[in-house]
């Protein structure tokens, strides 16, 4: 099984159930309130993992307890986290999340995901190998993202990007990409994809929520269905489809399978609370 190389943001969800987004002024009662692990690239690395890939994760924490917690909810779920730098007097990122009829609405403060730099990419990359993905993601500083996308692609690797949250300076690297997995609204900001080919990325894999998902190719695009769930909570539903996406490929699926399975894993994660807590066994996606 070829390697799935996560570089990216790790953080520490603070989620709050509410009947209501609040108005300004406003106080509200919640409920439910958890901590949970999560950021972008952790959520994708724990989905990679927990869904039977080959994960490694690069990026960078605070020196803190909730740093500490990440990566060892990271190494449970059979992550590498060799290549997860901590950094000393800034707090690791975090995530308020307010959870409103199973919608998420999200507030982020950077933390230690703004120190990711060159260097954390270079060595990550020394273990890789031609073949094995690369998956990336927004929630780190634009030019070490893009510098991390042309380094995986120059060593022959797979690359995989997930524009959240969407930003078009990410486009100037986009000839570095060979797959793109915006949401609908990601795509709109991105020019669409039409335009998003015309930067050079072969594959768009645009995910259309209930409506499942559309794989597109230049002048080709198909729609596929995803399973019907009452959602409970979409926090880290694209990240694990990500994952799973990335997990089957490395092992030698198609991607119109890969992203199949990715589908239903994130659907399940869709029925349960939280980021990570929430991604299924490979297990309960195959008997699914």
């Known amino acids: 099984m070829k390697k799935v190389i996560i570089v990216g943001s790790l953080n520490t969800d603070l989620v709050i159930n509410a009947p209501y987004a609040p108005q300004g002024g406003e106080t509200l009662m919640g409920s439910g ?3 949970n692990a999560g950021g ?6 724990y989905a990679t993992a927990y869904l039977g890939g080959n994960a490694f994760m690069c990026g960078c924490v605070g020196d803190d307890s909730f740093g500490a ?7 449970k779920a059979g ?15 975090v995530a308020v999340i307010v959870v409103t009829n199973g919608e998420n609405r999200i507030i982020i403060d950077s933390g230690a995901n703004g120190y990711l730099a060159k260097d954390d990419i270079d060595r990550v990359l020394e273990v890789a190998s031609e073949g094995d993905i690369y998956l990336t993601q927004l929630e780190n500083p634009i030019d070490v993202i893009g510098y991390g996308l042309k380094k995986a692609k120059e060593k022959g690797l797979l690359t995989v990007l997930n524009p959240a949250p969407a930003n078009r300076d990410i486009l100037k690297y986009a000839a570095f990409v060979d797959i793109i997995t915006p949401n609908e609204t990601e795509s709109e900001i991105l020019g669409g994809k039409e335009a998003l080919f015309g930067y050079g990325i072969k594959t768009v894999i645009t995910t259309l929520g209930s409506k499942g998902f559309e794989i597109a190719t230049q002048g080709e695009a198909k729609t596929y269905p ?12 694209g990240d694990t489809a990500c994952g799973g996406l990335c997990a089957k490929m490395a092992g030698g699926c198609s991607i119109e399978d890969a992203m199949k399975y990715g589908s239903k894993a994130a659907s399940i994660a869709c029925t349960r609370p939280g980021a990570q807590k929430s991604v299924p066994t490979k297990e309960e996606v195959e008997a699914f």
């Not at 917690?69 to 190494?75: A, G, R, T, V, Y």
């Not at 995803?226 to 909570?233: G, L, N, Q, S």
């Open 33 to 35: 309130f958890m901590i």
């Open 40 to 45: 972008k690239g952790a959520n994708q690395a």
């Open 69 to 75: 917690d990440s990566i060892e909810n990271l190494k």
């Open 79 to 93: 992550v590498n986290t060799d290549y997860i730098r901590k950094i000393s007097g800034v707090p690791t990122g």
């Open 226 to 237: 995803c399973i019907k769930i009452t959602p409970v909570d979409t926090t880290a539903a």
